[in-house]
Protein backbone atom coordinates (compact mmCIF):
# COMPACT_ATOMS: atom_id res chain seq x y z
CA UNK A 1 0.00 0.00 0.00
CA UNK A 2 1.24 3.51 -0.93
CA UNK A 3 1.93 6.13 1.77
CA UNK A 4 3.42 9.69 1.69
CA UNK A 5 4.46 11.08 4.56
CA UNK A 6 5.55 14.49 5.46
CA UNK A 7 7.69 15.68 8.10
CA UNK A 8 9.53 18.79 8.87
CA UNK A 9 7.09 21.46 9.77
CA UNK A 10 7.19 23.82 12.50
CA UNK A 11 7.04 27.23 13.70
CA UNK A 12 9.96 29.45 12.51
CA UNK A 13 10.51 33.34 12.51
CA UNK A 14 10.31 35.54 9.28
CA UNK A 15 13.52 34.64 7.07
CA UNK A 16 14.40 31.62 8.54
CA UNK A 17 14.54 27.90 6.91
CA UNK A 18 12.79 24.62 6.72
CA UNK A 19 13.06 21.34 4.83
CA UNK A 20 10.47 19.50 4.22
CA UNK A 21 10.50 15.91 3.52
CA UNK A 22 8.04 13.63 1.32
CA UNK A 23 8.70 9.39 1.99
CA UNK A 24 7.14 7.56 0.00
CA UNK A 25 6.82 3.98 0.87
CA UNK A 26 4.94 1.03 -0.78
CA UNK A 27 5.77 -0.83 -4.24
CA UNK A 28 5.14 1.27 -7.27
CA UNK A 29 5.88 0.86 -11.07
CA UNK A 30 6.51 4.61 -12.23
CA UNK A 31 5.04 7.69 -11.45
CA UNK A 32 4.52 11.10 -13.29
CA UNK A 33 5.40 13.89 -10.95
CA UNK A 34 5.63 14.69 -7.00
CA UNK A 35 4.96 18.24 -5.90
CA UNK A 36 4.46 20.20 -2.92
CA UNK A 37 0.85 22.60 -2.38
CA UNK A 38 -0.22 24.61 0.82
CA UNK A 39 -3.42 25.81 1.61
CA UNK A 40 -3.78 28.82 4.31
CA UNK A 41 -6.83 29.37 5.83
CA UNK A 42 -9.78 30.47 3.60
CA UNK A 43 -7.25 29.84 0.91
CA UNK A 44 -7.79 27.76 -2.18
CA UNK A 45 -5.12 24.94 -1.75
CA UNK A 46 -2.44 26.09 -4.60
CA UNK A 47 0.95 23.92 -6.29
CA UNK A 48 3.96 25.35 -4.60
CA UNK A 49 6.38 23.16 -6.25
CA UNK A 50 7.02 20.08 -8.87
CA UNK A 51 9.16 17.42 -10.10
CA UNK A 52 8.51 15.53 -13.08
CA UNK A 53 9.80 11.97 -13.89
CA UNK A 54 11.57 14.15 -16.43
CA UNK A 55 13.34 16.12 -13.77
CA UNK A 56 11.47 19.16 -14.95
CA UNK A 57 10.63 21.53 -12.05
CA UNK A 58 8.07 24.41 -11.57
CA UNK A 59 7.72 26.85 -8.39
CA UNK A 60 4.90 29.06 -7.83
CA UNK A 61 6.00 32.78 -8.56
CA UNK A 62 5.50 33.95 -5.20
CA UNK A 63 8.11 30.92 -3.90
CA UNK A 64 10.66 31.70 -6.97
CA UNK A 65 14.06 32.40 -5.48
CA UNK A 66 13.60 31.42 -1.93
CA UNK A 67 12.52 27.55 -2.53
CA UNK A 68 14.24 24.79 -4.20
CA UNK A 69 12.34 21.13 -4.99
CA UNK A 70 14.80 18.26 -5.10
CA UNK A 71 14.24 14.26 -4.81
CA UNK A 72 16.56 11.40 -3.99
CA UNK A 73 14.90 8.19 -6.01
CA UNK A 74 17.17 5.65 -4.55
CA UNK A 75 15.26 6.94 -1.01
CA UNK A 76 11.93 7.74 -2.44
CA UNK A 77 12.00 11.19 -0.84
CA UNK A 78 11.31 14.43 -2.24
CA UNK A 79 11.99 17.71 -0.16
CA UNK A 80 11.55 21.04 0.08
CA UNK A 81 14.15 24.08 0.80
CA UNK A 82 12.58 26.71 2.25
CA UNK A 83 14.69 29.80 2.80
CA UNK A 84 13.81 33.72 3.55
CA UNK A 85 10.59 32.43 4.65
CA UNK A 86 7.76 35.12 5.16
CA UNK A 87 4.53 35.05 7.01
CA UNK A 88 2.33 34.57 4.27
CA UNK A 89 3.96 31.45 3.64
CA UNK A 90 2.22 29.99 6.69
CA UNK A 91 -0.21 27.11 5.59
CA UNK A 92 -0.46 23.25 6.06
CA UNK A 93 1.94 22.25 2.80
CA UNK A 94 1.20 18.54 1.68
CA UNK A 95 3.21 16.19 -0.84
CA UNK A 96 1.60 15.25 -3.55
CA UNK A 97 2.50 12.45 -6.38
CA UNK A 98 0.80 12.17 -9.22
CA UNK A 99 -0.33 9.17 -11.73
CA UNK A 100 1.43 6.41 -9.41
CA UNK A 101 1.20 2.90 -10.89
CA UNK A 102 0.89 0.07 -8.69
CA UNK A 103 0.20 -3.22 -9.32
CA UNK A 104 -3.51 -2.65 -9.17
CA UNK A 105 -4.08 0.73 -11.00
CA UNK A 106 -3.14 4.40 -11.17
CA UNK A 107 -3.38 6.91 -8.35
CA UNK A 108 -2.79 9.81 -7.45
CA UNK A 109 -1.26 9.84 -3.37
CA UNK A 110 -1.58 12.65 -0.75
CA UNK A 111 0.09 13.03 2.63
CA UNK A 112 -1.57 13.92 5.95
CA UNK A 113 0.12 17.31 5.78
CA UNK A 114 2.80 19.46 7.69
CA UNK A 115 1.77 22.66 9.12
CA UNK A 116 4.31 25.42 8.86
CA UNK A 117 4.30 28.56 10.20
CA UNK A 118 6.13 31.53 9.89
CA UNK A 119 5.69 34.10 13.01
CA UNK A 120 7.50 36.31 15.31
Known amino acids: QVQLVESGGGLVQPGGSLRLSCARS????????MGWYRQAPGKERELVAS???????YYADSVKGRFTISRDNAKSTVYLQMNSLKPEDTAVYYC??????????????WGQGTQVTVSS
Open 51 to 57: INSGGNI
Open 26 to 33: GSIFSLSA
Open 96 to 109: NAERVRTRTGIYDY
